[in-house]
């Protein structure tokens, strides 16, 4: 049973450099989500996507993109990486495609702890 | 406007005592609820969620949760805690107007023997 599986599980990066972080769930779930989280601030939304093609912007989108590859594979890209990216992020998943469940995670990997100097 | 809080940063219990660990919400409405958990370097795992109904939920691994509408809280517990219960706990709301869903700031649980 893998479910959400992210990688690389650990990256250094120098400032301004780029950087895809990639997710990939078993699930045939539709929903998809990019979360980071920072100490004393739980988890903020980054972007997530609905379905196969389709994305949103969550909480804090700036500075990153995505890309919904297939239902999946959800990859979120730091295009020039700044010190306030360093943080653990978070891929999720749920089933819904469709209604206000879309917005709900129930599957996490296990991060990606991301440093940035 | 904050709109899910967890008053407790850190927590500490011995063994087999009991646990309630508080959130409360900010939301004109009843919100949907959740508590998850972390495990440390792990991602979260959905302990339990009250849509509606009865207010007492039952999730897994021993643990429940109170909706209290008059208090604007939704109170994680459980009877006699195990050190395994050791971890991160973080609340959540989502608000279906706007469809917005928020995480606590998180509740870290230390069990000691």
């Known amino acids: 049973n893998a479910g959400v599986t992210q990688t690389p599980k650990f990256q250094v990066l120098k400032t301004g450099q780029s950087m895809t972080l990639q997710c990939a769930q078993d699930m045939n779930h539709n929903s998809m989500y990019w979360y ?40 979120l890209r730091l295009e020039s990486a700044a010190p306030s990216q360093t943080s653990v992020y978070f891929c999720a998943s749920s089933i819904p495609g469709t209604g206000s469940e879309v917005h709900q995670p129930q599957h996490f990997g296990d991060g990606t702890r991301l440093s940035i100097l | 406007a904050q709109s899910v809080t967890q008053p407790d ?58 909706f209290k509408r008059s208090q604007s809280s939704f109170n994680l517990r459980k009877p006699s805690v195990h050190w395994s219960d050791a971890a991160e706990y973080f609340c959540a709301v989502f608000l279906p107007t706007g469809n917005q869903f928020y995480f606590g700031t998180g509740t870290s649980l230390t069990v000691i023997p």
Request: aromatic share 14%.
């Open chain 1, 36 to 75: 980071r989280q920072d100490p004393g601030m739980g988890l903020r939304l980054i972007y997530y996507s609905a379905s196969e093609g389709t994305t949103d912007k969550g909480e804090v989108p700036n500075g990153y993109n995505v890309s919904r590859l297939n239902k999946r594979e959800f990859s």
């Open chain 2, 9 to 66: 940063i850190h927590i500490t219990v011995s063994e087999g005592a009991s646990l309630e660990l508080r959130c409360n919400y900010s939301y004109g409405a009843t919100p949907y609820l959740f508590w998850y958990v972390q495990s440390p370097g792990q991602g979260l795992q959905l302990l339990l969620k009250y849509f509606s109904g009865d207010t007492l939920v039952q999730g897994i691994k021993g643990f429940e949760a109170e």
